[in-house]
């Protein structure tokens, strides 16, 4: 199993970003707030596969009335409010979750 690997990826001129990490020669992981998704890679990059995954949740949040913060939003906000704490936390509890321990 390999480690995490970030990427990002615009869906309607957002960007958003996630990580994903490779289970199985046909298999990936993908992480993010509020997402935690296997998807088959078979006949597409890894990375590919992972972006399609995040956009698919992205849009599905947006159509569900709960969309998450974009990076982009994120980085214009000029003072941190109560929400970037949680959105920090989220991500911070998704990494420790999946992150093996070190020694």
Partial sequence: MSGLLYFTHAVDSH???????????REIEVIGVGLLEPADYAGYSPESAAKSVLEKFVRQRI???APIPS????????E???SDDN?????VNVVNA?????R
């Fill in 15 to 25: 960007v958003y970003g996630a990580w994903y990490r490779i289970i199985s020669s």
């Fill in 98 to 102: 999946v992150s093996p321990p070190t």
């Fill in 87 to 91: 959105l920090h936390l989220a991500t």
């Fill in 80 to 82: 941190p409010d109560e």
């Fill in 71 to 78: 990076l982009d939003s994120l980085a214009r906000s000029d």
């Fill in 63 to 65: 159509v569900d009335g």
